[in-house]
């Protein structure tokens, strides 16, 4: 009975229902203890031990991982199935047949399981937050921020073409004139101008907003963020481990390769968004070549004025790829900076061999200058000869120049070597003269106590030497007697 009373009381203070009062049955004071949950919920193993904790967090990270790769998948998917219906019809097939049905359908398909990974990302994104802040209620993590972020995720995952679902019948209800036809915004000639029209180019256009995924599935997927060393050594120094941290060490590390990969998608994808935006109108800017060559100018803003854009749409893509061409372009510059500078080595082994080359003009001018003098102090004794002291003067006068000039430019190399002293270089010197201060120090150390002992050697024998004389100036004086 007093056991399972005990067991009873540490239930109740596990659930928390000893937290409303001060006093017991017995009359008792108790402490008063503030639940983490509600009353009557009990803690799980994942709230508990803290390895509890470091297991399920492993897990939660693996299936974000997992569920970023599935909805950037379903995302390309999307895309891709848009651009196969934009060019297929309707030289393959017509608006009102089942294959742009099917097409269209799988769009719809791919954006609603685009919708589910994403809800199941922020969810396991929540648990993760509640695991590592040790809370109970997931209502702490719904901030505005997040429930923000959230909603707009959402709804741009949500943007798809969907005319197609519009019947033909159904051009009353859009407002078209009877006996007009209406078919896929995406199909029509130029003959239909319609509202509808601008509003699934917009809609096929902001389908490329799905590709931020791409920068979420790069920050979860890179060896910085799964790396144990990595992390440690950046809680150390407060160091956080965004994509912008990412993206500073894959372009530290494969600067060429990553600004490759962008421009070629970019200049890919810009030119098949101002296709979609001029051919309805027939232009020549409606072709993937034309378009092609527009993006490419425009993008390393060139801009020879043989092509130019005539639509509304077709102009905000050429004015975001120049935009992103001089942000690329200030890039590209750096990199090749940084690509073609000498490293630490190659310039000291640079400055080495012209400080060499310095010197010898050096000499080479101060010995031109000591001719010089030589020429001029003979020519003074001659009085007929004026023209040759003038031009021994002008000649001098110029080896003085040349002199001083390489003088001051040694000076300035130097000044400018001096300026890149190698830190290690220098590190290793002043442990190398605090290891020989050391050994130094040591040896004197040994010497002085061998010095000690041979000192106290000296004292034993000079007592031993004077007990002995000592002893035998007794004998001596007992002899006496």
Not at 434 to 458: F, G, P, T
Request: proline share 2%; aromatic share 8%; charged share 20%.
């Amino acid at each position: 009975m007093e056991m399972t009373a005990r067991l009873a009381h540490l239930d109740t203070k596990v659930d928390g229902r000893n937290c409303d009062g001060l006093v017991n049955h017995n009359g008792e004071t108790t402490e008063i203890r503030v639940p983490l949950s509600h009353t009557g919920k009990r803690l799980g193993p994942i709230e508990g031990g803290n390895l509890y904790r470091l297991r399920d967090r492993k897990f939660l990270l693996e299936d974000k991982k997992r569920l970023c790769a599935w909805a950037l998948g379903a995302a390309l998917l999307g895309i891709l199935l848009m651009v196969l219906h934009a060019e297929l019809c309707p030289v393959v097939y017509q608006p009102e047949s089942i294959y742009a049905l099917s097409i269209n359908g799988l769009i719809s398909f791919s954006t609603g399981c685009l919708l589910i990974l994403i809800i199941a990302f922020h969810y396991k994104d929540i648990r993760l937050f509640i695991i590592d802040h040790n809370q109970v209620d997931w209502r702490i993590a719904m901030t505005s921020n997040r429930v923000l972020g959230i909603s707009l995720e959402l709804i741009v995952c949500a943007i798809h073409p969907v005319a197609i679902y519009l019947r033909p019948d159904m051009g009353d209800r859009l407002g078209a004139k009877p006996g007009q036809n209406s078919s896929t915004p995406l199909c029509l000639s130029s003959s239909h101008k319609e509202v509808m029209l601008d509003v699934e180019l917009l809609l096929s256009a902001l389908m490329f907003l799905r590709l931020y995924l791409v920068h979420r599935a790069v920050l979860l997927h890179s060896k910085v963020l799964l790396s144990a060393s990595y992390r440690s050594i950046g809680s150390l120094n407060n160091i956080n481990f965004s994509f912008r941290f990412v993206l500073k060490v894959l372009m530290n590390k494969y600067p060429a390769r990553t600004l490759l990969v962008f421009i070629m998608f970019f200049w890919l994808s810009a030119a098949w968004m101002l296709r979609l935006c001029e051919r309805q109108q027939q232009v020549e800017t409606g072709g993937m070549d034309k378009a092609l060559w527009l993006i490419a100018i425009t993008f390393l803003t060139v801009g020879y004025g043989d092509v130019a854009p005539h639509t509304s749409c077709g102009k905000l893509v050429c004015l975001f790829t120049g935009v992103m061409g001089v942000a690329c372009t200030a890039m590209l510059v750096a990199v090749m900076t940084k690509k073609l500078a000498l490293n630490k080595g190659e310039k000291h082994v640079h400055f080495f061999m012209m400080d060499i080359q310095i010197s010898k003009r050096i000499r080479h001018a101060a010995a031109n200058v000591l001719r010089e003098c030589w020429l001029l102090h003979r020519t003074t004794h001659t009085k007929d000869n004026s023209g040759e002291h003038r031009h021994h003067q002008r000649c001098l006068l110029e080896a003085i120049r040349v002199f001083r000039h390489l003088r001051l430019k040694q000076r300035k190399l130097r000044d400018y070597a001096s300026e890149m002293v190698d830190l290690s270089k220098m590190q290793m010197i002043m442990c190398d003269l605090s290891a020989n201060w050391n050994s130094s120090y040591h040896e004197l150390e040994q010497r002085i106590i061998s010095m000690e002992q041979k000192l106290d050697e000296l004292g034993r024998s000079f007592q031993n030497t004077s007990e002995l004389l000592t002893q035998a100036l007794h004998h001596r004086r007992l002899d006496h007697r």
